[in-house]
Structures are given as structure tokens and as C-alpha cells.
């Protein structure tokens, strides 16, 4: 895969409510599959295809041990730099595709 190609497969995967919940979880660590309901109000199901998109992007990892399914941040200073920039209090003279050019940059340096 090019690099722009991959670039924006990372985007595009965490440009998701959810997905973006659930690596702010994974910032504090490793998560099993089975915690999900304790933590966030989705389906197994659904949660199930959020990490598969992750995990397809590259973003996360998962480790199995039997029946258990645990994951983590695969590329965590990328998570941390994305989450960063997009939980920045927006001044008025920032458009959204500020945001977008400044989160792309950063994620050029990491990969």
C-alpha cells in the first residue's frame, strides 16, 4: 500500500466517534473484548467491527489466549499526536481543514 493510501486508511479509521472512544481507552492500556459493555454502550457486535477497522489500519494489535481477545495501541504516539490536535480548542480563525493539514503533517513524521 502507498504511503498516502495508508495515510488515509489512518485517518479515515479514526475519524469515528466510537473508534476515537475507544483509543482514548486504550491510551491507559490493554483492553480484553469482554469488558466492552462495562465500558461503552454499543453492542458486542458493533464493537467487534470498530476494532476490526482499527485493527485493519493499523492502529491497534490484538493478542488471543483462548477465548480471550485483548487489544492495544499499535502505533500509540500517533493516537496521542491525532487526539491531541483534535481536542485542541478551536479558535475561530481554524477551519476544519487547518485541523485535517495539521494532523496530517504530524502523522507524515510517525509513519
Do not use: W
Not at 32 to 61: M, W, Y
Amino acid at each position: 500500500m502507498k504511503s498516502i493510501e495508508k495515510q488515509i486508511k489512518i485517518l479515515k479509521a479514526i475519524a469515528h466517534p466510537v473508534r476515537m472512544q475507544i483509543l482514548r481507552i486504550l491510551q491507559d492500556g490493554a483492553l480484553c473484548a469482554g469488558k466492552t459493555n462495562d465500558i461503552l454502550s454499543i453492542s458486542q457486535p458493533n464493537f467487534s467491527q470498530h476494532l476490526k477497522v482499527l485493527r485493519e489500519a493499523g492502529i491497534i494489535e490484538r493478542v488471543c489466549k483462548g477465548t480471550r481477545h485483548c487489544y492495544y495501541l499499535a502505533m500509540p504516539e500517533l493516537v496521542d499526536t491525532v487526539l491531541k490536535v483534535v481536542e485542541q480548542p478551536q479558535s475561530i480563525s481554524r477551519t476544519p481543514d487547518d485541523v485535517f493539514e495539521e494532523v496530517a503533517k504530524r502523522c507524515m513524521r510517525k509513519i
